[in-house]
Every structure is written in structure tokens, then in C-alpha cells.
């Protein structure tokens, strides 16, 4: 049904957007010197990406590959950012033993948060594919959508390697596709309402 499928793309649609403020935020208290209240964000986060894989999933069967990236960047996403919230402090607390043990999980995180990255860049190219037929504004919101989503595969893949430092400019990219996705999708519509 239309209303099933135009439901699952808002919540999707609304949920990438409050992951890409709270990502700016996180960033910018950083960058400013400040502490950003971690614990709040990334909690957060974590619900907001546990929704958002469930949206994805939603538009799964009418749109695979839109539906298919958001579900995996979603259940990535939702991972990584609770190794943050319930792991990263006690680790960082175990002190020197746990150091090795620390970095390993850290490395893990960003490994799955890239993933989720490359997943949210293919699901912008799809909504692309989708918005080319559409109208002037929505054909533009898909050109933007789907380069954005190509710059974050290429970025973000190149930094799971970890002789890569990529990960400001692979963040960057994954943040501006899912924030174009996200507007994509208010305009993505079942294939038999097309």
C-alpha cells in the first residue's frame, strides 16, 4: 500500500535527519573545545538507527536497493553507536590492561560506521536511480542524492582500510548523502504509484 510505503519513507526520511544533527553536533561542541554530552547523543543515536533499519526494512519489497541500504546502514549504525555508549567508557576506565582491548573495539566501531556509510551512499545512488524519471526539483534532489551517495561509497570504503585517515572527510560524505537521502525520500514513491 502506498500509505504503508509513504509512512516507512517519512520515518526513515526523519530519523536520517536527526542522526545527521545530532552528528553535527557531536561535531561542532568538539570542535569547539568543548565535551559533547556523549552518553545523551549517542543514545540517541541508537534508537534513532534501531528506527530507522526498521524503516528500511518497511521499504524493503517495494524499493530493494533504497530499502536495503537504509535496513544496513541502520543495523550497523544501531551497533556501533551502542559499542559507544556501554563499552567505549568502561574500557577507556580499564586503564592501561585494557588499552589494546579499547582500540580493538574503536576500530570495530568506525569499521561498522563506515559500512553503514557505504550502505547509506548506495541507498542515495538507488533513490537516485528512482528520482530520474520525476520531475524538475525531485530529478535535482536525486542528481544531488545520488552523488553524494557516490562520493560516501568511495570515501568511506577507502577508509576501512586502516592504513587510511579518512575518517573527518568519510563522515563528511556519509552525513551530507544521508541528509540528501533523507530529502529524497519525501519524494520517492512505490513503483506502482509512480
Wanted: proline content about 4%; glycine content about 12%.
Amino acid at each position: 500500500m502506498q500509505s504503508t510505503f509513504t509512512s516507512a519513507a517519512r520515518i526513515a526520511a526523519i530519523a536520517l535527519l536527526v542522526t545527521v544533527i545530532t552528528q553535527i553536533t557531536y561535531i561542532t561542541i568538539s570542535n569547539g573545545g568543548g565535551t559533547p554530552p556523549r552518553d545523551i547523543l549517542w543514545g540517541i543515536e541508537t534508537i534513532t538507527f534501531a528506527l530507522t533499519a526498521i524503516a528500511g526494512l518497511a521499504l524493503l519489497l517495494a524499493r530493494p536497493i533504497i530499502g536495503a541500504g537504509i535496513a544496513v546502514s541502520g543495523i550497523f549504525n544501531t551497533i556501533q553507536a551502542g559499542m559507544g555508549l556501554v563499552m567505549f567508557g568502561p574500557l577507556m576506565e580499564g586503564g592501561e590492561a585494557l588499552a589494546p582491548v579499547f582500540g580493538a573495539v574503536l576500530s570495530m566501531a568506525f569499521l561498522l560506521y563506515f559500512a553503514a556509510k557505504i550502505a547509506l551512499g548506495i541507498a542515495a545512488i538507488g533513490a537516485a536511480g528512482v528520482l530520474w524519471v520525476s520531475g524538475r526539483f525531485a530529478k535535482a534532489i536525486g542528481a544531488l542524492a545520488g552523488l553524494a551517495g557516490l562520493i560516501a561509497v568511495a570515501i568511506n570504503a577507502a577508509a576501512i582500510f586502516p592504513a587510511t585517515d579518512l575518517t573527518f572527510p568519510a563522515g563528511g560524505a556519509g552525513t551530507a548523502a544521508a541528509a540528501l537521502l533523507a530529502i529524497a525520500l519525501f519524494f520517492v514513491k512505490r513503483p506502482d504509484a509512480e
